[in-house]
C-alpha cells in the first residue's frame, strides 16, 4: 500500500471524526485548547486502536461486527446527538452546556466516529500489509482533522449564536443516518 492510498484511506476514515468535532466545537465556549486536545487526541486514539483491533480480530470478529457495525455507530451518534439537540433546545441552558470532551459522551463519540477504522484494519490483514504505519497515519490525520474541525467549530460558533449545540447535535444525527445509508440500510 503507497503512502498516498494510505493518506486517502485515513482521511476518508477522519471524515465523521471531523463533523463531530465541528459540531463539539460550535457548541461550546470557548474554554481554552483542553476540548481541542481532549476531541483530537482520544478520535485520532480510537481511531489507530481500532484499525489495530480489526487488523488482529481477523475474520471471525469482523464477520460477527459486520452486520451490526453500522447500527451501533448509528445509535451512539443518535444518542448522543439527541442529548445535544435537548440541551440546545431547553431555555434555561445559557450558561450550562454539556461538554462532549469528558466522560462517557467523549468515550461514545470516540467509539462511533472510528467504527470504521475496524473494518479497514481487517481488510489490510487481507491484503497483507502491515498496519504499523497505516494504524499511526490513521490516527494523526484524524487527530489533526479532529482539531480542525474543533477550531472551525469555534469559528462558527458565534455565527450561528447560542442554539449551534442544536445544530451540533443534528450534525451527529445526520452523521449517524449517512453511515446507514453508506451501509446500504436506508
Known amino acids: 500500500m503507497s503512502p498516498v492510498e494510505i493518506l486517502v484511506v485515513a482521511v476518508g476514515l477522519a471524515m465523521d471524526a471531523f463533523a463531530v468535532a465541528l459540531g463539539a466545537g460550535g457548541g461550546l465556549p470557548d474554554r481554552g485548547r483542553g476540548v481541542l486536545f481532549r476531541l483530537a487526541f482520544h478520535f485520532g486514539l480510537f481511531q489507530s486502536l481500532m484499525a489495530l483491533a480489526g487488523w ?3 475474520a471471525r470478529v469482523v464477520g460477527i461486527l459486520d452486520h451490526v457495525d453500522h447500527w451501533l ?4 451518534l443518535a444518542f448522543v446527538g439527541g442529548r445535544m439537540v435537548a440541551a440546545g433546545l ?3 441552558n445559557e450558561g450550562r452546556r ?3 470532551s469528558r466522560g462517557w459522551t467523549l468515550v461514545l463519540l470516540s467509539v462511533a466516529t472510528s467504527i ?6 481487517f481488510s489490510l490483514a487481507l491484503l497483507k500489509v502491515q498496519i504499523w504505519l497505516p494504524a499511526l497515519v490513521i490516527g494523526i490525520v484524524c487527530a489533526a482533522l479532529s482539531a480542525s474541525g474543533v477550531r472551525l467549530g469555534r469559528e462558527l460558533g458565534p455565527l450561528v449564536g ?3 449545540e ?3 447535535g443534528l450534525v451527529l444525527i445526520a452523521v449517524g443516518v449517512r453511515i446507514l445509508f453508506a451501509h446500504g440500510v436506508l
Open 98 to 100: 454539556n461538554d462532549p
Open 90 to 92: 431547553r431555555q434555561d
Open 166 to 168: 442544536l445544530v451540533g
Open 162 to 164: 447560542k442554539r449551534m
Open 56 to 58: 488482529f480480530a481477523g
Open 73 to 76: 455507530a448509528f445509535g451512539l
Open 116 to 121: 470504521d477504522a475496524l473494518a479497514v484494519g
